[in-house]
C-alpha cells in the first residue's frame, strides 16, 4: 500500500502534535511538510521533527494528498475548500467553521470531490468516552452534566468559549445518545477585553427527555475535563484528561448475625473502570488514514462537525438574549 504524502498546515500547539504524530507514522505516510505564516514557530518544528517548510499553502498543497488543518478558526472555510478544490482529503480542527453556512459548504464540497472530511471532535476518540458510550447502552439515563474549564488562554482570540471549548461537549452528547438538544436556555458573560463570551452555561433537554447541563469558562484557574451522568440506577463520572470512568451503583445488603437478622443499606459500590491509554489525537489520525484508504466515513465526519456547530450556534443566539455583565 502506498503511503499517504501528508501536510500540516499551521504548526501553533494543536498543529505541531500533528506533525509529531505523523513523524511517528512514517510506515504509514510521508510528511511531506508544514506551512505556517510565523517563521519562529515554522523552524522550530521543521528543526524537531525534520520536516521541510514551505513558503505558500499553494505549494505544500500541490505536494500532497491530504492535510491537517490547524490554522486560526476564522481560516478554516478558506483553506478547506483549496483542498478540496484540489482533491485532497481533509482532517479540520474544530469548530468545521465559524458559521453554518460555510460548515455546509465544506462537507458538500468534499462530498463532490470524493475526499475524506474529519473534523477534529477528538473527544470522540477518548477511550473513557468510547468505553462510556457502550456502558451507557444498557443504561437508563436521567441527565448529564458536561464541565469544561481553563484559565485564559491568550492564544484563542477569534471564537468565544462556547466555540473554543463547550462545543467539544456539545458533539460528545451527540455522540453518546444521538439525540439533539432541544428548548435550550443559556447566559454568558464577558470577562476580558475582546469582546467574546468566556464563560457560558447551557441547559436544555434532549428530544428522549435527558436533562443536560454544560459549563464552559476559560477563566478558572484549574483546568477540569469531566462528564457527569446521572442514571436510574447509577452515578458515573468521566474524567476526560486522565480518562477514567467512576461508577457508583446502588445496592442493597442485609447483614445476618446470630438468629437476628439486621437490614442496612449500603447507599454505593464504587467501581473505577479501566479503559486503554490510547492518545485521542493519535486514534483520530489513524482514523483520518484508516478513511483515506477504505474510502469510508470517519468516526468524527463532516455531517457530525455541522451538528455540533449548529447546536453551539444556538446557544450562541441565546447567550445573545440573556448576556450578563460583569461587575
Do not use: W
Request: aromatic residues 6%; proline residues 2%; charged residues 25%.
Amino acid at each position: 500500500m502506498r503511503r499517504i504524502n501528508v501536510g500540516v498546515l499551521g504548526v501553533g500547539n494543536m498543529g505541531k502534535n500533528h506533525v509529531r504524530i505523523y513523524s511517528q507514522l512514517s510506515h504509514l505516510v510521508n510528511l511531506v511538510g508544514i506551512y505556517d505564516h510565523d517563521s519562529c514557530k515554522r523552524d522550530i518544528v521543521c528543526a524537531e521533527y525534520n520536516t521541510k517548510f514551505f513558503d505558500s499553502m499553494e505549494k505544500l498543497l500541490d505536494q500532497v494528498d491530504a492535510v491537517s488543518i490547524a490554522v486560526p478558526s476564522s481560516l478554516h472555510y478558506s483553506c478547506a475548500m483549496k483542498c478540496f478544490e484540489r482533491g485532497i482529503h481533509v482532517l479540520v480542527e474544530k469548530p468545521i467553521a465559524l458559521n453554518q453556512d460555510q460548515g455546509a459548504s465544506m462537507v458538500e464540497a468534499s462530498k463532490k470531490a470524493s475526499v475524506v472530511l474529519l473534523v477534529g471532535h477528538v473527544e470522540r476518540y477518548n477511550p473513557a468516552a468510547q468505553a462510556l458510550k457502550k456502558m451507557l447502552l444498557n443504561e437508563e439515563i436521567v441527565a448529564l452534566d458536561f464541565r469544561r474549564l481553563s484559565p485564559y488562554d491568550l492564544r484563542i482570540s477569534d471564537t468565544d468559549v462556547i466555540q473554543d471549548l463547550m462545543i467539544h461537549d456539545i458533539d460528545v452528547l451527540n455522540y453518546l445518545i444521538g439525540s439533539p438538544l432541544v428548548s435550550l436556555e443559556a447566559y454568558g458573560l464577558k470577562m476580558k477585553a475582546n469582546h467574546l463570551i468566556d464563560h457560558a452555561v447551557a441547559i436544555g433537554h434532549t428530544e428522549c427527555n435527558k436533562i443536560v447541563s454544560l459549563t464552559a469558562s476559560r477563566v478558572t484557574e484549574q483546568k477540569v475535563r469531566k462528564l457527569f451522568v446521572t442514571a436510574k440506577s447509577t452515578y458515573i463520572e468521566m474524567d476526560y484528561l486522565e480518562r477514567k470512568l467512576t461508577i457508583s451503583r446502588r445496592t442493597d445488603l442485609c447483614n445476618y448475625l446470630s438468629e437476628k437478622v439486621i437490614n442496612y443499606r449500603q447507599e454505593s459500590l464504587m467501581e473505577t473502570v479501566l479503559v486503554p491509554n490510547t492518545e485521542p489525537l493519535l486514534a483520530e489520525i489513524m482514523d483520518f488514514i484508516n478513511c483515506i484508504n477504505s474510502k469510508s466515513m470517519p468516526i468524527a465526519s463532516g455531517e457530525a462537525g455541522l451538528t455540533a456547530l449548529k447546536v453551539a450556534s444556538e446557544i450562541q443566539a441565546k447567550v445573545k438574549l440573556h448576556e450578563l455583565h460583569h461587575l
